[in-house]
DNA sequence: ATGAAAGCGCTAACAT
DNA sequence: ATGTTAGCGCTTTCAT
């Protein structure tokens, strides 16, 4: 009984199948369009167009990824997305500049513990993405080497997790250093260190390595009273610490804190204690986020030009989804001091 | 000749076949112990957890989705990732209540254009994903109605986007009215208004007509030089729009800004200019974000209850994912209002 | 220039 | 309780 079968049923979403028997070609010149690849009639291409636009055909990306193993999204683990300004900030820059190239992200918080960041580089999600930014704060290389193999795998910030793994890192010692040095020029010798634990946080680790050398180097020693490790860098975390410190432990006349977010707490804390920034403490953070340029007074802090981190970042994970068996690759972005009022009143604007 | 031909070649990423290979079962077996569906004997679950712990084997989720239509990845659209605050905080929040629950969220910016919007409901990455939250604010019911079917879509913010879609939204109008009120409330009768453009923006329209009812019901009209209206609602546009408000124009004693964002910068550019904050001007914005609650002086503004926004939208989304059919649910979340330092001096903590 | 068909890794209906 | 197999939508060799 002919006309019985349900032939041209395009009941859910449209397919190849259904696009090139409304164009009555063959699903591999549909494919071929879509893809601009081969050569297709420009007759024929013309009449596959306007199929696919009556229909409104989208290719699956799932079917498509099963079958070249290419999906057009990368991950982007980080510990959190808006605890610090900086991780947020840079997940902007990334999404922004992965889609100038055609990709998506997606995005993963790790809480920055060691579960969160293995679950993010070896999880089954990684079978949804073409490759991972990572940034590492947990993890050490034998975790990694652990994992055996692992797909394209770009980590950001401090940690070398192997010379398998590419790596786009910032000068957080230099950082550190940079501030460091300009609290010391100021003639501030009593600086109380805002940090993470430098035994959880690589980071914090190294940032409290340069402002050592720092110290070092002006011939100090780190005052034992003077640094207090925070398990949050957030505002909170600053505001809660400058006030404990002020209340008991040592005086000091200035605060370095590993972050912005913490260096922003910090401020308001002595605002409410009503302690003179600078002239009394002067204050100084790291990431340069955007609340640091309209603080009051505004915060001195280290650009780590997040920008170009992105762009490398993402320039460097879609050279290595590419080609998976060159060499690991290390770039490092320089780190740039802003001065601002919170360390030096002159730099502040008048008001 | 036999040995020649490569039979159990584990090159690549280990699928099932491997590990059913490695346990001695079919395939089935081991899809049903890796699923935990069907009855498995205990002896042989055993024998093919260890071979998938054995080689590391993790499901390929491109193929399962083809399969069976779920990836367990959710988008969110946002406008923009970093500008604002608010969608910040909004997206860690998404991010982690959708962890929670074993998704993950694929993050995209739309620039706030009706483009991107568009893009992001209907472009081929939708078939990566179980299905959408869109925060628009540029799309009108008409376009969504062009675009047909959608798959499971839920809208956040202001717009009623079609009755078939979900939306959870936020007292906006009733936001602008609360902080109208209480800037009223203090005497102050010439508010200068930084909002985005009502033609491009729903958001702002809704949070402009809120303030206009407020002002109506005190039996006041708005006047008409004091509202200023901004392309990106940042911090440097909140700045620049007080300062050359303050240079010239009508003056005012207060400044309502549609958002916490554009309410920082016109903090920071009142000290500047020398103006008392709240004495001369007070300040108020909308959202709440973490750095309203560290400004100097404290920012008055409206909490959005991110939170439970977020925890709402995902939830509507998996019921969404489930039952496709149901009717479009609407969801309002009500506003509250924060008083802080920068409209109240007895607000603020001494210091 | 176009078509036919295999197969990516997985789930589930159907067999045993 | 376990195995066999079709087919999700796509790309791509191999024919024509």
Redesign the interface.
Known sequence: MPGTQDDDAPRG?PTLHDVARLAGVSIKTVSEVVNRTGRVAAATAARVESAIASI?Y??????R??RTGR???VGLAVP????SGYF??L???V??IA?ERGL??????TGGTREGELRAL???????MDGLLINAVALDEQDVQDL?PL?PTVVLGERRLGPQLDHVTFGNEEAARLVTEHLLGLGRRHILVLTGDPAVSASAARRLAGHHQALAAAGLAPAAGLVRVVAVW??AAG?RHVVEAHRGGPSFDAVLAVNDSLA??A??AL????VDVPGTVAVAGIDDV??A????PRLTTVDPHRDVLAELAVRTLTERIADRRRPGAVHEIEAHLRVRGSTLASAE???
Chains 1, 2 share one sequence.
């Not at 340029?293 to 009051?296: L, Q």
């Open positions: 979403v409104g989208q290719p699956n990306l799932s079917a990824r099963l999906t057009g999204v959190e997305l808006s605890l947020n900030e997940s902007a820059a999404v922004r889609a998506t992200v997606l995005i993963e918080q070896r999880g089954p999600r990684r079978s949804v055996g797909g957030d505002h505001y922003l707490g401020l308001r605002h409410d204690l009503g955007v609340d340029r309209f603080s009051h604007p008048p008001g």
